[in-house]
C-alpha cells in the first residue's frame, strides 16, 4: 500500500496551465502503475491519464490528449499531471490513484491506492 498526496492544483483562466504532482510514501511505489482521475460537481469520476510502472506507456482521454502529459519521477516517488490550455470544462477535483501492477488501467475500480484529491478551477 502507498499513501498519496497530492498538490498544485488552483485557480487559473482559460488557456493556462497546471502541473499537479502526487508524492507517495513507501518504497513499493515502484511497483505501481499510476493514474489521474477527476471529478466535476454533479459528475461521476472520470479517467484522465495514466501511466505503466516504468513510465513507458500512457494513455490520455481524449478530452484532455494532446493538453495534458503524465510523467513520473521514481527517484522522486512522484508522478505528475502537466495540464496546458485549460479549459473551463476541465474544472473538477483531480485524485490520483495507484495499483501495484506493471500495467496501467482506464477503470477506477481497479485502482487500490487513492489520494485526498486537488481542486483545479478555470474560469472562462
Given at each position: ?14 488557456g ?18 499510476m ?12 479517467f484522465?491519464?495514466?501511466?505503466s510502472?516504468?513510465?513507458?506507456s ?7 490528449k ?7 519521477d ?14 473551463p ?6 485524485y490520483c ?9 482506464i477503470?477506477s ?16
Amino acid at each position: 500500500q502507498v499513501q498519496l498526496v497530492e498538490s498544485g492544483g488552483g485557480l487559473v483562466q482559460a488557456g493556462g496551465s497546471l502541473r499537479l504532482s502526487c508524492a507517495a510514501s513507501g518504497r513499493t511505489f515502484s511497483t505501481y502503475a499510476m493514474g489521474w482521475f477527476r471529478q466535476a460537481p454533479g459528475k461521476e469520476r472520470e479517467f484522465v491519464a495514466a501511466i505503466s510502472r516504468t513510465g513507458g506507456s500512457t494513455d490520455y482521454a481524449d478530452s484532455v490528449k494532446g493538453r495534458f502529459t503524465i510523467s513520473r519521477d521514481s527517484a522522486k516517488n512522484t508522478v505528475y499531471l502537466q495540464m496546458n490550455s485549460l479549459k473551463p470544462e476541465d474544472t473538477a477535483v483531480y485524485y490520483c490513484a495507484g495499483r501495484q501492477s506493471s500495467t496501467y488501467a482506464i477503470g477506477s475500480f481497479w485502482y487500490d491506492d487513492w489520494g485526498q484529491g486537488t481542486q483545479v478551477t478555470v474560469s472562462s
